[in-house]
């Protein structure tokens, strides 16, 4: 049986034959996340493992953040042990179009380009290589570097958790970014064998170099604990990931549910460790409050952790980690576990079990269903859990890292002393441009060279405003998001003669035309370079009819799912309108509602006015009366002498409250004989 790696041992990778190579090479790694950044998942930590394992054996690492997440202040820094960090600063021109990853990959391009590095490491998610991948197979530039996409999890493979569609045209698009820099990469790197097979299956074209390398973990900051097989009694279940449907937070809940029934476990505590995402269009900490409602157990919030803090949680006495995720790669958080001596339950998906030493298996992995993890959980709290060990040992997962780093380094000296020449055609390609377009110098001579070396039957490129304004790029595809997008751009064509007559003159035709030859297998390559300047500024804005027509061309089932597609489009524009039109209306009746209550209110303000006006008056007048009156004044001598209510004290008091004191006072009713005498006297004068 294998066994844990000891924790001195996490440090001790570094083979000694590739010391030299590795203390002189320089690697890149562009990403979206890296641990610290706010938001950061399990890209974030994997790459700073990685560069972690690199700078302690000298390799000099660039992390080249591109700002989708923000910086938080210090972040950045300069050559700080060996390291550099620095946010990817945005391209000289604005990119026009909807696309806000087509840029970023761009802009990641434009960086690099002016850089050298002997290996660039990419993730897979948004293809945030695509233009560098596609420059190189190009030939424009990263001849002697080794371009590097890991497979963390593509979109596609994501969505195939339901089924597997495609949720609009960004999603599309960024479907086709993934893929191409992964085909278009020189070396490939999944984490897990899962996720390979699942793209080779899904027919991508994988490069010769496309290999499993488990992810290294950055060091713990605290002593690991050896793995115990004493079973730890655990008094709290920690749902331990993001609060979303791909986690399994509404499997959680499930079992969560048929535990309660069981009505066997009360002295429980519930914590969600994660931050909160949309589980079926409601927030998920919201979800999971309105579930926990009949749930007999207290039910806490971890939110806003750092994953060292998040660990050091999970470290508590009597805590058990709960992964019950419903598609994972090689979960980072499971690694994590494993290496820190955690106890957890985890999903059987994916690549989970590849981490996991096989006899350790079967005692903290279950079935991706709700019974399955109630019945985990139930035997858990009732004789404790355990832990399991890692597969393979972080030492020699960081020594093959290190190894393949030394042999890249090597492989681009020697690219570097001799790579070779490109073949420029001929005649077999035609140049299409329209007036409104000024070519680069050289423009023609570049793109010819593209076309030869990928054998496209089409090349474009960036196109910049004469005025320096914006460019315009696309991605050359995908056919299907012709539908909505221009997917080639506005630039000058190098077409190769034979398609020449399927390109009509008309910009319109023209651009349906291009859908067309993609349908039909052709490729059409764009340069991230730019290749001409444009004067007047010119997009072509395609009806729907006009985008219809090369996929009705294509007939059969392509030209049906374009249709349904056009149609779906209009039903969800339409479900747009209406909800909106609701939301109007809506907001027209909660402003009528406003200005009736606040009508309503003004009118009671101005009743109010009226009726206390007068009783106000009225009480003056009673209070004047009374002041005057003879049983008053018969008063004052006594008020005087024994300290009665003075006018000036009376005065100060609202006309309600001082005719209360008059009438409530002692003084008053030493006056009552005379008022009595006095009002006996006036009726014997009427009876007389």
Not at 126 to 140: D, E, S, Y
Request: aromatic fraction near 6%; charged fraction near 20%; include cysteine.
């Amino acid at each position: 049986m294998p066994d844990q790696a000891k924790p001195d041992d996490l440090t001790a990778a570094t083979p000694s034959a590739p010391d030299a190579l590795l203390r002189s090479a320089s690697v890149c790694i562009v990403t979206h996340e890296f641990a610290g950044l706010p938001g950061s998942g399990g890209i974030g930590t994997a790459f700073a493992g990685l560069a972690e394992t690199l700078v302690a054996a000298g390799c000099a690492v660039t992390v080249l953040c591109s700002g989708l997440l923000p910086l938080p202040p210090g972040f950045e820094r300069e050559n700080a042990e060996g390291l550099t960090i620095r946010r990817l600063p945005p391209g000289p021109l604005p990119i026009e179009g909807e696309d806000p990853f087509l840029r970023l990959s761009h802009d990641a391009f434009l960086w690099l380009v002016e850089r050298r590095f002997d290996v660039i490491h990419f993730a897979d998610w948004t293809g945030l290589g695509f233009f560098a991948t596609t420059a190189k197979r190009q030939g424009i530039a990263f001849a002697d570097t080794t371009l590097t996409v890991g497979l963390h999890g593509p979109t596609r493979w994501v969505r195939s958790v339901n089924g597997g569609g495609l949720e609009g045209p960004g999603e599309l698009a960024v479907d086709f970014l993934e893929r191409r820099s992964v085909e278009l990469a020189d070396a490939v790197v999944s984490p897990s064998r899962h996720l390979l097979d699942w793209v080779r299956e899904s027919g991508w074209t994988l490069p010769t170099r496309a290999d499993v390398r488990q992810n290294v973990q950055p060091s713990p900051a605290d002593p690991i604990p050896f793995a115990s097989d004493t079973p730890r009694l655990v008094r709290e279940l920690v749902f331990f990931g993001r609060l979303e449907t791909r986690k399994g937070v509404g499997l959680f809940c499930d079992a969560l549910d048929r535990l309660a029934t069981q009505g066997e476990f009360r002295n429980l505590q519930i914590t969600f460790l994660g931050g909160s995402a949309p589980v079926d269009g409601e927030d998920g900490a919201t979800y999971v409050r309105r579930r926990a409602a009949g749930w007999p157990w207290p039910v806490a919030f971890q939110h806003g952790l750092s994953s060292p803090e998040a660990l050091a949680y999970l470290a508590g006495d009597g805590r058990l980690a709960v992964m019950p995720s419903r598609i994972e790669n090689s979960p980072c958080v499971v690694a994590e576990c494993l290496i820190r001596g955690l106890p957890f339950l985890a999903s059987r998906v994916g690549g989970t079990a590849e981490l996991i030493v096989d006899e350790d298996a079967a005692a903290v992995l279950f079935a991706p269903n709700a019974d399955a993890l109630a019945d985990r959980l139930a035997h858990v709290l009732r004789v404790g859990a355990v832990t399991a060990r890692l597969r393979v040992a972080q030492q020699e997962v960081a020594a093959d890292w290190l190894a393949w780093h030394a042999a890249e380094a090597q492989r681009a000296r020697v690219l570097e002393n001799g790579g070779a020449p490109l073949s420029v055609a001929s005649d077999t390609y035609a140049l299409l441009s329209g007036d409104e377009l000024s070519l680069a110098e050289g423009a023609v001579e570049r793109m010819t060279a593209v076309a030869q070396r990928t054998g496209a039957a089409i090349v474009t490129g960036a196109v910049d405003a004469a005025d320096g304004s914006r460019r315009w790029i696309a991605a050359g595809g995908p056919a299907a998001l012709g539908l909505w997008r221009d997917v080639v751009g506005p630039g000058p064509l190098l077409v190769r003669r034979d398609r020449l007559n399927a390109l009509p003159a008309d910009p319109a035709g023209r651009a349906a035309a291009l859908i067309g030859r993609l349908l039909d297998g052709d490729r059409i390559e764009v340069m991230a370079t730019t290749v001409a300047t444009m004067t007047t500024p010119q997009t072509t804005t395609l009806s729907s009819v006009e985008r219809l027509a090369p996929f009705a061309a294509a007939g059969g089932a392509v030209a049906d799912f374009a249709r349904l597609a056009l149609g779906l489009e209009t039903v969800a524009v339409r479900a747009v309108t209406e909800r909106n039109s609701f939301a109007t209306a809506r907001d027209a009746a909660e402003a009528a509602r406003r200005r009736l209550l606040d009508e309503r209110n003004r009118l009671a303000r101005a009743l109010e006015a009226t009726v206390s006006g007068g009783l106000e008056d009225r009480q003056r007048a009673r209070l004047s009366a009374l002041l005057a009156s003879r049983s008053w004044r018969l008063s004052t001598p006594l008020r005087r002498r024994f300290g009665g209510s003075a006018p000036s004290d009376l005065a100060s008091l609202p006309p309600e409250r001082a005719v209360e004191t008059i009438l409530a006072s002692v003084w008053w009713d030493l006056a009552a004989p005379w008022r009595l005498a006095a009002r006996a006297y006036r009726r014997f004068r009427r009876r007389s």
